[in-house]
């Protein structure tokens, strides 16, 4: 921890702006030539084991001075949304106390599954580098729902696990980036080879434009080929009006469509996009399907006027140009992020809310669940 304020010092001397939309600053700041100054070493890496920044006598990828946790961690004294690299923080050193609006980011927390602070597997995705793995998930490793056919994604740029069917490889974890990860392509085993040249050309999604999504540092968080807005402050300070904005899909078999957030997510998940049914009854939760204009849904977030609920949003059909407050049934849709945080939360399964607290009618809160099933609670 003593490291992370260390640097979090150099950051103010340097004098770093945050929050920042694209790389900003002087190379030194995030990049060492030599991994060496007055003979010890530059580069820092994260200690899953232990929570704490350590030097590394080996150089690093790309002449960087970090690597991807420790350079997205926040320490101590590092408890808003950016650190001293102006990196958006994924895995604060300190308890968040909670989530979304300034307690996390809009992906949530890794806080809570790292193996030196809450040591909780079923509250975040088991990362390499943030914990190990998630001993309740088996086959180990595997995702739940894995669809060996769900990727390559809109950009073609490699299979999820090369495609291994019918299984994950036993013992391979979950990486931030390429191969077994989330962002970048998938193309390369190493995090750094599938985000290359990402970080220095982040420059197509916005606030304000979704639209690209053709490289992996114009797609939307680096996410190969996902569209969506991307809230400046990557949602910590999010209200209903300003916030991230999620694309999602009408209907959605057979990952017809690739640039939803939801078919990010079935990339590893796949048979929990794919095998929803088509309609009421249904088999599994549906996402990327329309909220009904009708019926309880047509009643979307009554405890706050039917606007944009930040803690069980939905997603939208196209491009859209603003964050929006509205929340139009018959448009708009469910996706997995309705539920779920990507990195991680205080709640078992990742999820937004408390699902113990969920209970059929009872209570006249629209939150949660009622959010959509409004009908449900005691009014
Ligand atoms: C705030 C941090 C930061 C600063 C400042 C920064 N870089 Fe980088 N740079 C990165 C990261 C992170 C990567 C690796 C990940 C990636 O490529 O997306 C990278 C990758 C690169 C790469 C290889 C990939 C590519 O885009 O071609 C080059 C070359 C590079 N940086 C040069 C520079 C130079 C030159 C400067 C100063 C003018 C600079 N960087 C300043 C963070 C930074
Ligand atoms: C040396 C510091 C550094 C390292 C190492 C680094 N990042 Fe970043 N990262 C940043 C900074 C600074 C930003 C914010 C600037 C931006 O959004 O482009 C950022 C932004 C991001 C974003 C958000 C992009 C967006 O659209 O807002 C993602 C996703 C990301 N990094 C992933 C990674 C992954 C994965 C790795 C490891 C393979 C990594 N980073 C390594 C500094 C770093
Ligand atoms: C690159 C593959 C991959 C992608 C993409 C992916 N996941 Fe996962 N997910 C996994 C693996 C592997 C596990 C099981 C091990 C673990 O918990 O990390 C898992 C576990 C989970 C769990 C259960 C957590 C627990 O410990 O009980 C939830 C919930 C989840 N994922 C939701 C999501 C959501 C939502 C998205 C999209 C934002 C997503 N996943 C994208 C690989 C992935
Ligand atoms: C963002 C809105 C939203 C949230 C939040 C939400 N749902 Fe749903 N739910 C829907 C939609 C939309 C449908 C499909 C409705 C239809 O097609 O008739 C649905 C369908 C269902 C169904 C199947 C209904 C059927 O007709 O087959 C169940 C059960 C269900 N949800 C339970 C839950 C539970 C439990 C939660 C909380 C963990 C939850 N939902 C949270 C929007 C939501
Ligand atoms: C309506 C809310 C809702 C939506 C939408 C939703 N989930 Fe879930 N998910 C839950 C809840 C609640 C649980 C835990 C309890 C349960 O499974 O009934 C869960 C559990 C999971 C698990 C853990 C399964 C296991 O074996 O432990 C994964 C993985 C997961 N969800 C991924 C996804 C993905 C991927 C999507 C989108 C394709 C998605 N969820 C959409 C509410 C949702």
Not at 26 to 48: I, L, P, R, W
Not at 225 to 230: T, Y
Request: glycine fraction near 12%; proline fraction near 6%; aromatic fraction near 8%.
């Amino acid at each position: 921890m003593v490291l992370i304020v260390l640097v979090a010092a150099a950051g103010m001397i340097i004098g770093f702006s945050s929050p920042v939309l694209a790389i900003t600053g002087q190379c030194v700041n995030c990049h060492t030539m030599h991994n060496s100054q007055d003979g010890a070493s530059v580069a820092e890496t994260y200690d899953f084991s232990t929570g704490t920044i350590n030097p590394s006598a080996t150089p690093l990828a790309q002449l960087l001075n970090a690597d991807c946790v420790a350079c997205h961690a926040g320490g101590a004294s590092e408890t808003e949304d950016t650190n001293s690299f102006g990196a958006p923080i994924v895995l604060h050193t300190t308890n968040p106390n909670g989530q979304g609006y300034q307690a996390t980011l809009a992906g949530g927390d890794f806080y809570w599954v790292g193996n030196a602070l809450g040591d909780d597997d079923a509250t975040g995705h088991n990362v390499a580098g943030v914990s190990d793995p998630d001993t309740n998930i088996l086959p180990l490793n595997t995702p739940p729902g894995w669809d060996p056919v769900a990727t390559p994604g809109a950009n073609d740029d490699g299979q999820i696990a090369g495609g291994a069917s019918p299984s994950w490889p036993a013992d391979q974890q979950l990486t931030c980036a390429g191969l077994y990860g989330c962002h970048g392509n998938h193309a390369d085993a190493d995090p750094f080879a599938a985000i290359k040249g990402a970080h220095h050309g982040n420059t197509g999604l916005t606030e304000t434009s979704a639209v690209l999504a053709d490289t992996i540092g114009n797609s939307y968080r680096f996410l190969s080929g996902i569209r969506g807005l991307e809230n400046r402050e990557w949602n910590w300070n999010e209200t209903s009006a300003t916030h991230n904005e999620y694309r999602g899909r009408a209907g959605n078999p057979n990952y017809q469509n690739k640039v939803t957030i939801s078919y990010s997510c079935a990339q590893c998940h796949g048979f929990f996009h794919s095998d929803i049914g088509t309609q009421s009854p249904w088999l599994r939760h549906p996402t990327d399907v329309v909220l009904p204009a009708s019926g309880e849904y047509n009643d979307y977030n009554p405890d706050n006027g039917g606007v944009y609920s930040i803690e069980a949003p939905v997603a939208r059909v196209t491009n859209v140009s603003s964050s929006s407050d509205v929340v139009t049934p018959g448009v708009d849709t469910v996706m997995c992020l309705s539920c779920h945080r990507a990195h991680g939360s205080p709640e078992p399964d990742i999820l937004r809310w408390t699902y113990a607290d969920m209970q059929a009618g009872t209570g006249t809160d629209d939150t949660g669940c009622f959010t959509c099933h409004t009908t449900k609670n005691a009014d």
